[in-house]
């Protein structure tokens, strides 16, 4: 870790509750902990951030029990004010324990201002300094996992130099990353997931947690294939991202929403007009509680529901390793025939 990183993270824990009341304002304290619903001030009671230092570490710390996220108070700063690069984070942090901010830029060379709080703000921001995938390590990364998708689509950008922070450790890097737009199905921008990747495009990269989202999750997904204002009566949603890539590949006519997690799986929104909505599982348990809670909301909602069920752990296993041809053939029966005739045709 930076000595300024991690200084900072030390006094601002000596501000722990300070610093919770500001960037935190969702929550409350309960005992020696802060109690909010997340590191991007949700109401809940999920993550807990400790006041002061104990056995078990120092003051600022904090877990989210349900995501497993976990970190000090510049992860909190960074994702409840939305910012983007860690000069921006650093810069708060100083601001926040009245510290002068370091000398600026050379050249009187200005950095654009910190997104306003509320992390959709950032998400935009950095979709918007991102560049189309065509060409990038971000092609060469779904390529390399059997996923072709059309160059139009606008969900999907790249970025050379992503800033990524260790939670554990502190300490600040940039990677080249795909940047997945969250969307509404109106196609508003409302969050994004990084996956951070191997400068070669070979894979991800070589971090603890390579993938993480910021924004508004709930309700909203990466879509692919969703056309604002466009009658969609069918669509396919299902929890990974490369799992939904998958379908598309297979079916590049079929719109499909990918969540950022089991729980946002469970409390997506259907866009008008739907009538079947495919959801599609994985082979393991971790995600069935999307799926049944998905399904009830479809059945009340007078949506049908039909389950899509990979051959081996999940699509993109099943696109790598058994090829496009065979998913094809194995999703076909367990689409409608009407819908196998519309998205399986050849061509």
């Not at 000069?87 to 000398?103: G, I, K, N, T």
Request: aromatic share 6%; charged share 20%; hydrophobic share 40%.
């Amino acid at each position: 870790m930076t000595g300024s990183a991690s200084e900072l993270a030390r006094r601002l824990g000596d501000h722990a509750e300070a610093v919770c009341r500001e960037y935190l304002s969702n929550g409350c304290r309960s005992g020696n902990h802060w109690i909010v619903g997340d590191v991007r001030n949700t109401r809940g009671r999920s993550m807990h951030v400790r006041l002061k230092a104990n056995a078990k570490g120092p003051a600022g710390k904090w877990v989210d029990e349900q995501s497993g996220e976990h970190g000090d108070l510049l992860d909190v700063i960074e994702q409840s004010c939305g910012l983007v690069e860690f000069r921006e984070v650093a810069d708060e942090a100083r601001r926040f324990l009245s510290m002068p901010l370091p000398p600026s830029r050379p050249n009187g060379s200005q950095r654009q201002p910190a997104a306003a709080r509320g992390s959709p703000d950032a998400a935009r921001r950095l979709f918007a300094m991102s560049q189309p995938i065509v060409g990038t390590p971000a092609e060469r990364y779904l390529a390399g996992r059997g996923i072709l998708l059309s160059a139009h689509e606008r969900a999907l950008r790249f970025h050379p130099g992503c800033y990524y922070r260790d939670f554990v450790t502190g300490e600040t890097q940039t990677l080249p990353a795909l940047i997945a737009a969250v969307t509404s199905f109106d196609g508003q921008i409302t969050g994004l997931q990084r996956t951070w990747l191997d400068p070669s495009g070979q894979g991800k990269a070589q971090l603890a947690d390579p993938r993480r989202s910021l924004g508004h999750l709930l309700g909203n997904a990466v879509w692919l294939g969703l056309e604002p204002g466009a009658p969609r009566p069918v669509v396919a949603a299902g929890e990974g991202f490369e799992t939904m890539a998958s379908l598309r590949t297979v079916m590049p006519a079929l719109p499909v929403a990918a969540a950022t997690s089991a729980n946002h799986l469970a409390g997506l929104t259907f866009p008008p007009g739907c009538r079947r909505f495919y959801i599609a599982a994985d082979a393991d348990a971790a995600g069935r509680h999307g799926i049944e809670r998905l399904s009830q909301r479809a059945g009340e909602a007078g949506i049908l529901a039909l389950t899509l069920q990979p051959q081996l752990g999940d699509f993109n296993d099943d696109l790598r390793h058994l090829g496009p041809a065979h998913l094809a053939a194995w999703l076909s029966d367990q689409l409608l025939p009407e819908d196998a005739r519309l998205f399986l045709s050849p061509g």
